[in-house]
């Protein structure tokens, strides 16, 4: 994820706005609106959220239904390379993989969350 503070447009001459000054987003936060937009992004983040602390690859896949393996093992792929997921290899007899959000991947899924509850409501 890119880390610059240069502000970049907004798409199709819209801006997000605070108060009275127009604030378009930073390289930062499209990144990230792009990387949640991704399908099943959003989906194996709340999983894990839910889970409150790590989980296996099977068992996030059982959390979202549909998902298939290739595509959970690609978005989790891009979560961890984002700073948003974290992966932990645990040296047993099979070897032992576990999943779990990162501090950063743990505020962007309560965010989702609350958006979750408010649609719901």
Partial sequence: MSLSSKPVPPARGKSMTSGNRSTPLTPAESDLI???SVRWTMHILLALHASEGSRRFSQIQEAVTGISNRM?????ADLESRGLVSRHVAVTRP????YQLTVLGGEVAS??????????S
């Fill in 34 to 36: 792009r990387a949640l």
């Fill in 72 to 76: 959970l093992s690609s978005r989790l």
């Fill in 111 to 120: 965010v989702l969350t609350r958006l979750r509850d408010v649609g719901e």
């Fill in 95 to 98: 070897v032992t993989v576990t």
